[in-house]
């Protein structure tokens, strides 16, 4: 009697154990639909090149576009990191692509070249201040916009007080976008 109480309790244990790690599996699928790594041979490719840890960009695509090479905001911002053709301008130069200025405007949508152009945008900014929370302000508010909520003492230049961003957006898309980092790090290991 004993011995098939404790052959019961422990065919329950295994069973709760098989259930968990094959709800955790689905879970863990379900998430990476969610969360994927789409354009990983542009994403991987850049990131290395331009030393920025790849699960930030496919936490900034995500964010930017879900993946939609077609994305365009209501401010002209366009394609996977959605660039201002400007800004476009100003990456294309620092990188001294042969690209013509005039080629740009329809280059945005292209998967490889907004990659190429918002993952070397990122490294600058990651560079200027330092950090990744401050770095990721600027790319939503624009660098004048920072620089001025860290001359005035809004922003911490060590990126500690982000939750006083004064843009409602920009402090959504900054928590969005380090919750994103977070998660794509855990989901694949890294």
Not at 28 to 40: D, G, Q
Not at 104 to 117: A, D, G, Q, T, V
């Amino acid at each position: 009697m004993i011995k098939s109480k404790k052959l019961i309790v422990a065919s329950i244990i295994i069973l709760i154990l098989f259930l968990l790690f094959g709800v955790f599996h689905v879970h863990e699928k379900i998430l990476k639909m969610i969360y994927p790594k789409e354009y990983s041979e542009f994403v991987e490719k850049y990131s290395t090149e331009y030393n920025v840890n790849s699960n930030l960009v496919y936490a900034v695509i995500k964010a930017e576009s879900n993946f939609d090479i077609n994305a365009k905001s209501n401010k002209g911002a366009r394609g996977l990191m959605q660039l201002m053709e400007e800004t476009a301008k100003d990456i294309n130069k620092k990188l001294e692509n042969t690209i013509n200025e005039r080629e740009i405007s329809s280059k945005l949508n292209e998967p490889e070249y907004n990659i190429n152009l918002g993952t070397k945008y990122l490294s600058i900014l990651i560079e200027k201040y330092g950090n990744i929370e401050i770095a990721l302000t600027a790319y939503n508010a624009g660098i004048g916009t920072v620089d001025n909520w860290l001359e005035n003492g809004t922003l911490s230049s060590d990126g500690s007080n982000i939750e006083k961003i004064p843009y409602k957006e920009t402090n959504n898309y900054v928590r969005k976008i380090l919750r994103d980092y977070k998660l794509y790090n855990q989901l694949y290991n890294e």
